[in-house]
């Protein structure tokens, strides 16, 4: 069974800094896409960021220039890098990977969310 730990969440100003990780373990073979999504109250799961594994990403409009995602093949980890907070970034986020186990079948598994609140 695979799962995933996020952490770095918190309070934080407007204008502020956070640094979101989300680490795999498990019967993991490999790993393709790793994203980030985020719920805020009343509003459904919207994608954030996303990165393949050779190294692409694709970010929402709202967050562009103010979010980088990253990752750690080695360490099974996807970050993300949160610059320029605003009240409206204020959300639950849920990492997300598409991953294949040893027995070589693909599967998606979330994180458990972490709440980033972005007020003064």
């Known amino acids: 069974q695979v799962q995933l730990v996020e952490s770095g969440g918190g309070l934080v100003q407007p204008g502020g800094s956070l640094r979101l990780s989300c680490a795999a373990s498990?019967?993991?073979?490999?790993?393709?896409?790793m994203g980030w999504y985020r719920q805020a109250p009343g509003k459904q799961r919207d994608l954030v960021a996303r990165?393949?594994?050779?190294?692409?990403?694709n970010y929402a409009d709202s967050v562009k220039g103010r979010f980088t995602i990253s990752r750690d093949n080695v360490k099974n980890t996807v970050y993300l890098q949160m610059n320029s907070l605003k009240p409206e970034d204020t959300a639950i986020y849920y990492c997300?990977?598409?991953?294949?186990?040893?027995?070589?079948?693909?599967?998606?598994?979330w994180g458990q969310g972490t709440q980033v609140t972005v007020s003064s």
């Open positions: 990165i393949t594994t050779g190294g692409s990403t």
């Open positions: 997300k990977i598409q991953y294949v186990n040893v027995w070589y079948r693909e599967y998606d598994v």
């Open positions: 498990g019967r993991i073979f490999s790993i393709n896409d």
